[in-house]
DNA sequence: CACTAATCGAGACGGTACGTCTAGTCTTAGA
DNA sequence: TCTAAGACTAGACGTACCGTCTCGATTAGTG
């Protein structure tokens, strides 16, 4: 390749980009990923099947995935559509709970074997890593930050408190359960993880 | 052979088992394991390669541990040590705090990225799921259980409170940072959820 | 898809068959076969050894050859090259002599024992023994055939002679020595049966 | 180990060889092998199966064979028992063709198969093909030798021809047919050979 | 008749190769 | 030019046997 031709694509990829890229193929990919995931979960799928049941080259699917666990994080998260939105009605307790059992109830699904999956596969897989945070963990704490700040400047939460940390004290629990198979996760569970975090687990000292 | 001895021979066969595994293999094996686990990590590690640098036959691994997570685990584990008990001081957030900053530490280092590695890979293989659940999971929240407990006795915790989702909240931020990658690890965060678990998010209402 | 190129799609792949198959591959492989059998023999030759050798992949020697014998035998007898044609002198003793002759001196050579790892070898690979067949023997037995009906032809064979039987006869020993290992395989031996075979071990009765 | 006491082993496992071996073992051991062969046939059988099948110990077994094949050909050898001995009726014609029919008949039964791969793992087994040519081989040319010297010393044969070449003609021709898989061995051709081998393929010439 | 050493069954061991699978790259024909 | 198809190199998988090596538990013959 010439050193025109080189700096032609570059030039191209990154600002004309024309992306010829067909959506047919993009699609019957997701597709592919999905239903292999649904039937023999994440584990069991290879770049290979889902080429062969997508009737794509596997060419295409490196061409614009860099993993495994990236096609399958898309497809995943174009099907989840997980409410990122919190109703704010005012009475903190009953929002929260609201929102962390719904997120409680897809981890219980099917799909959540799914998510740990691909949570777990991110600890080896860099990029599936990245999609996860800028896709996933991401979005959900901007949401949960904005309807916590607003808490808190209603006067909901305590002055001093660091939100971040609220967040983790309020969903890690969800998580923690997901990945370390300890006991089942249900709307209970979520109920009362929202509920100590509220009130603390010491006894008022004053 | 007398029918006596055809018992005998089976009684002694299924019962006393001299188990006549070689304890060298088995060292050469963990030892082999660990040093690849930190040379390469988790994901480049192979079977065939323990099984080389140890010295080893792969059926030899193969005939003791179901998985390679199996053997990194316990070999990880062997080498780890991480404290399990509780310093009971009677100060119950300051022996919290140490507690959860010691883990925290530990999920910091380097053999924090094996730990996630480790769980992650246990989303994918139930045998190495059971081996954490049993060695790593349950130990741990068995001794915390019984800490909170002996709190919960002297009137330090709340009386209604369910110490499981208790431990939840304190322990599960740690894996959360650990496998989401959203932020690191570090010992003021480990202090900050202590702290704001003990107390609660909310303003106190009365 | 329309049913047209459908169609069109199943009939290629069954009739044309392009056979993508690389030379360079093939050729490769023989070419480290024939050098490990000069070198180690049959015996100790594995398809992991031909692939490391080749430089090819395990999946490209699968793909082409149904076993290790089958490609052994594509190199030897690639390399072999024994002629099939005879000389028709008209001298029946001698042009046959010389036949039988120049296939003892393959067997008795370094091929020789090759050929008898191959045979061997056939007797519980049926790939091998059909190529064996297909490719050494019913050639051999082809040429044999047409010249012995020529000699039939000119009234120098008994005319209710079985020439298949003929055929038997003169090159089985051949084969005999080869395999059994009773005695070596030289010109004399070779001359001896031809000689005998043609006059008959019986005194003539009339 | 003193030098004397050296000397003594040496000699007492030379000379005295108490051979404490246990007949039992060696029964379990040939009928294990006869029973795989039959059901599995030469190939599938490894020594592993022998040695389960038997009861016995795999040391047991490579204490008194040197492979695989030694055990196997010695329990078909035990239990085959071809004749070896020819009826000498004055009609040499007619004794040869019985002699050279039964034969036929084992190599054509289930059995046969079982010969020509012994004949085939001899090819790479020395030890096998020791065993073939000392208990196989040899006898029966001894046998054939005798028969043949006879008929010649009445006259029956050319005076100038080498006996070893006439037992070749005769019966390398079934060997051949029982390896090559040219063609199926058969009474009618067991007759044509010898027929053909005593009257000679030439025309006679004078 | 007890002793003692070879033999036995069992099966773990270090190895080697098997035949399969998938990764990720490369080649080719066709749209 | 990009795609699908799929051949390619590479190398791990988990299994099967190899032949060697303990390990106690039988056996014989000897002392």
Do not use: C, N
Request: proline fraction near 4%; glycine fraction near 6%.
């Amino acid at each position: 390749m010439s050193r025109q031709d080189e700096t032609y694509r570059l030039l191209s990829s990154l600002v004309l980009r024309p992306s010829r890229r067909r959506e047919s193929s993009r699609r019957a990919t997701l597709d592919a990923a999905l239903a292999l995931l649904r039937a023999d979960g994440y584990g069991a799928m290879t770049i290979e099947r889902i080429a062969a049941r997508a009737g794509v080259g596997k060419q295409t699917i490196y061409r614009w995935w860099p993993s495994k666990g990236a096609v399958v994080f898309e497809a995943l998260l174009e099907d989840l559509r997980v409410s990122l939105t919190f109703d704010d009605t005012g009475d903190l307790r009953a929002d929260l709970t609201t929102q962390v059992t719904s997120l409680s109830r897809v981890f219980a699904s099917p799909d959540g074997r799914h998510m740990a999956a691909l949570i777990g596969g991110a600890q080896g897989d860099p990029d599936l890593a990245q999609a996860l945070l800028e896709h996933w963990v991401r979005p959900r704490r901007r949401y949960a930050m904005a309807f916590l700040q607003q808490a808190k400047d209603r006067g909901q939460l305590r002055p001093d408190l660091d939100l971040e940390v609220g967040i983790d004290i309020i969903w890690a629990p969800l998580y923690y359960r997901l990945l370390l198979h300890y006991a089942p996760l249900d709307e209970a569970h979520a109920a009362a993880v929202v509920d100590a975090a509220l009130t603390g687990l010491a006894v008022r000292s004053d």
